[in-house]
């Protein structure tokens, strides 16, 4: 269908009516291809029109002349109960010049689930009337993915927040730099930010949304607290939002888990960038053996194209602490643990708890179950104390509180070990801060680090006064057992100075070292961020290298060190989905993971050529 003509009365309307259709599932998508070019070929907007809705929601929009080509538009629908249509409505201000079209209008994932003869098992529910198998984990999860509404009756509403009427439970950080603010409909700003929520599907519904446009300063933070939350069990309690980050100037989404008041806590997940324009469901498992408290904290990109909206946040299998909402600042008063060597704020005892296992298994410390030990520094804790994660590299690592989170430099520690060399002037590796430079290294080192952008925040850079050209300095991990197929060492860093040398990131097994990144020269005085992909790798260890240049003027810094979906696959036990893909070794993975050069079932089944 097109629109091709050349006039210039005022207000023209096309209009293009879908037919009416019912109702959608809660993982319905809709794309299109469409083609806006001309000289004055103005807007388009496909509007959503829900019976007993006067207004109606925008779900998607060109604003201007978009080249001679034919582009997709994929527009997330999701759950909408009630019957609705589609208008795609082309409006000309005046003059109009140029051609509009659209073709190829495809509907996915659009049905209810079906019904089924029978759903046994812990990890699946049963739909009263519609009779549908759906997973455990989307009960109670404020989406109605039976159709009758069966698995959303009978949750506890203090463990809910769609924000529809407020935010609950839930409380602003008065710690933090700005709020997150509660909206229906688009953001202010364009091209970033949801244009609907995610509980209703139209501009009816209500979000939360962080406003990324001045005064808000690059790194400024908006932090929400959830209530807290008796212990939970090993990873019996979990926690499922949506978020949505789009924009090309989206910065940051972190979730943290603490047990005392005056602490971030310990990072859970985190995630970098733009995602689309669409809202993304996470799910985390937490385990706890004290009270604790929930943190979601936004962070703002360099530019106003960077809003963040987070809608329908509901714990599953979760107590509330006592029944009742205190501030956290009543409980656990306290210096925060560091992870490496003490767990869930107690310390770790040095002797073994009674046990049956072998020299080839890992003694849990607090429980003394055993463990094989490839799951030991595997990024996930299969202890319930996290011991067998303790003495291993963290996941994420920010140097503050001149925290190494397990990082080493194996050079140094032979010297002082066995020689007896003076290692004061060595070119080696060190915690350091703005705060801490003398005069010169002012033009070479980094003056803030990338964590807080202040100068007392600490970052680990090669001090190049010391040591003379050609030397090099290493600092490494523990021994991994083993990384997951998606697995990636993600850090930011700064290699700013006349004679800088080079930075390397090496992984080294028992018998052989290889190269995975390199850089060298000067790249400005700015933290510039690097991803390593990693994949599949047993009992190996991430090293950086760098190599100094001919003279002191080339410190090179690392910081913010995170490795992502690293953990190693786990065979569920249960049959995929069909959204899913059986690895000939049992895994399930998702059918996008399918013939993407990426051996994402570790047996390289999913990139046989056979399909």
Known sequence: MFILKNSSSISQIARLR??????????????????????????????????????????????????????????????????????????????????????????????????????????????????????????????????????????????????????CNWEQSVKDDFDWIRIRGPTPTINTGPLKDHTTGTARGHYLYMESSEPRQFQD???????????????????????????????????????????????????????ANRWIRQTLYISSTQPFQILVKGTVGDGFTGDIGLDDMSFLGCTLYNGTQHSVDLFYKGNLPTLSTTTSGTSVPATFPNNNCTEKEFVCRASGHCIQMTQKCDFRPDCSDKSDESACVMEVCDFEDKNQCGWHQPVLEQMSGSYSIHTTNAFKWKLGRGANLYPEQEHHSPLTDHTTCTEEGWYLFADSSNGEFGHTADIATPVISLTGPRCKIIFWNHMNGSTIGSLEVLCKTSNRTSKLWSQSGSQGPQWNRAEVFLGIRSDFQVIFRVKRGVSYMGDVAIDDIAFEDCSPLLISGKPCTSEEFMCANKYCIPKNNLCDFVNDCADNSDESPTI
């Open 221 to 275: 933070e908006a932090v929400l607290l959830s209530p807290l939350f008796n212990p939970s069990g090993n990873g019996t309690c979990v926690f499922r939002f949506h978020y949505h980050m789009f924009g090309k100037q989206v910065y940051k989404l972190s979730v943290f888990q603490r047990t005392v008041s005056n602490a971030w806590g310990w990072p859970l997940w985190y995630k970098f960038g733009n995602q």
């Open 18 to 167: 879908s037919p009416k259709f019912r109702q959608t599932g809660s993982n319905c998508t809709l794309s299109f291809w469409y083609y806006n070019y001309g000289l004055s070929v103005g807007a388009a907007d496909l509007q959503l029109l829900v019976d007993g809705l006067k207004q109606p929601t925008v779900l998607w929009r060109t604003y201007y002349n978009e080249g001679n080509q034919w582009l997709k538009a994929v527009i997330q629908l999701g759950r909408l109960p009630h019957p609705f249509q589609f208008s795609l409505d082309k409006i000309s201000l005046g003059v109009y010049d140029g051609v509009s079209a659209i073709d190829d209008i495809t509907f996915e994932n659009c049905a209810l689930p079906p019904p089924a003869l029978s759903c046994e098992g812990p990890n699946h529910f049963w739909c009263k009337e519609t009779k549908a198998c759906i997973d455990s984990l989307l009960v109670c999860d404020l989406v109605d993915d039976c159709g009758d509404g069966s698995d959303e009756d009978n949750c506890d509403p203090d463990l809910q927040c769609n924000f529809e009427n407020g935010l």
